[in-house]
């Protein structure tokens, strides 16, 4: 069974970058035709999926936040990685990383963190 979770901090300044890590245990992020996504959602609104990184190590971006957002692998820590810079108010959201057979399709989610943008 594929586990997600995850990490980071909480509450991110104004202008910085937000960096989250998703750490995979049950299966490993480089086999198997998997896309393993960031998805976020903001307070209020509908869930807005941010990028994913192919098993490949492809990688594939919102038009939205293509310019601010990306997406690594550390494949020895079975892990990968969001940077999203120059964070601003409109950022704060539930961030969850998620796997699936296909960009925005998933069968498996992490329990999400929430990230504030604030000074």
């Known amino acids: 069974q594929v586990q997600l979770q995850e990490s980071g901090p909480g509450l991110v300044k104004p202008s910085q970058t937000l960096s989250l890590a998703c750490s995979v245990s049950g299966g490993s992020i480089a086999a198997n035709n998997y896309y393993w996504s960031w998805i976020r959602q903001p307070p209020g609104k509908g869930p807005e999926w941010i990028g994913a990184?192919?098993?490949?190590?492809?990688?594939y971006y919102s038009p939205s936040l293509k310019s601010r957002t990306s997406i690594s692998r550390d494949t020895s820590k079975n892990q990968f990685t969001l940077h999203l810079s120059s964070v601003t108010p409109e950022d704060t959201a539930l961030y969850y990383c998620?796997?699936?057979?296909?960009?925005?399709?998933?069968?498996?989610w992490g329990p999400g963190t929430q990230v504030t943008v604030s000074s």
């Open positions: 990184i192919f098993y490949s190590g492809d990688t």
């Open positions: 998620a796997r699936g057979f296909a960009i925005q399709i998933y069968t498996n």
